[in-house]
């Protein structure tokens, strides 16, 4: 395989310009590609199915772990499973993502399933980046599912992101907090052509002071389609405020149907939905600045994004 390919791959989804710091593990057209334990943070595989259980110890703070998957074969569709157990007081990085390369004809997928055991008062930062490419015909597809469990005090921050070229994804996504966990969930999704993205979100606040956000900002251009689901449920003294945004562009089509549903009196909970096109006094401003409509409508777009 060309290695800028790779290179390439790994760069957009996980930010990586070399061997990374730390716990890793690179998983490379349904094969190990390369792993690194470190004292707190232990990779293993799994000897029932695939994917690979990761283990970090209480106590373990201010460091990372990367699982990229990157897939650059046409014709190659997994099903992974990985599961993370985090201890108590911990403060951990983890830099997930898919990239797939095809140039062929057949379909490339990659379907992972995640779960996330977070201990007592742990911080936990989860980034995701999946990005497609490739001037074959074969579809690029992904379909994310995790879940995670917090513990009484953790903290949990999300950055779902869909940078380009999948053809279809479902994202699945249920969270279950204790009391006085905090949970941020940041998703932006781009979608062009005949792609199609179908995004369901629900965080359970099962605890007293239990607060989460989820922040959904989407673009959707040409004949493409989204469906988001974004529910916050409160079942307890907690608050929760569900936000959706999308730019629509082009022929296409999308639908937000944001749900909250309380089982608490003092349960609060928000949300928000806005689709729309970008507004013509916008691109007008940015003109005044010296950028033509095409460059002022990408600086949008970018902003929205951020």
Known sequence: MNDNIRKGLLEKIADLHSVPEGAYNIRENSESAGRRNTDEIAIETKTDKPGINITVKSGTKGKSVHIPVIITKTGITEMV??????GDDCDVLIVAGCGI????????????????????????????????????????IMNPEMTVTMAEGSTLEIESVQIGGIDSTNRKTVITAAKDCEVIMNERLMSDGHQNVNSDTEIILNGKGAKAQINSRSVAKGESTQVFYPKMTGNADCFGHVQCDSIIMDNAKVRSIPEICANDVDARLI??????????DQILKLMTLGMTAEEAEERIIAGLLK
């Open 81 to 86: 499973y990985n599961d993370f157990m985090i």
């Open 101 to 140: 390369h095809n140039s062929g004809d057949e379909a490339s997928g990659h379907d992972g399933v995640h779960h996330l055991e977070i201990g007592k008062n742990s911080k936990v930062k989860y980034i995701e980046k999946h990005y497609g490419e490739g001037n074959g015909s074969g579809e690029r």
């Open 271 to 280: 949300h928000e939905a806005a689709i729309g096109k970008i507004a013509g």
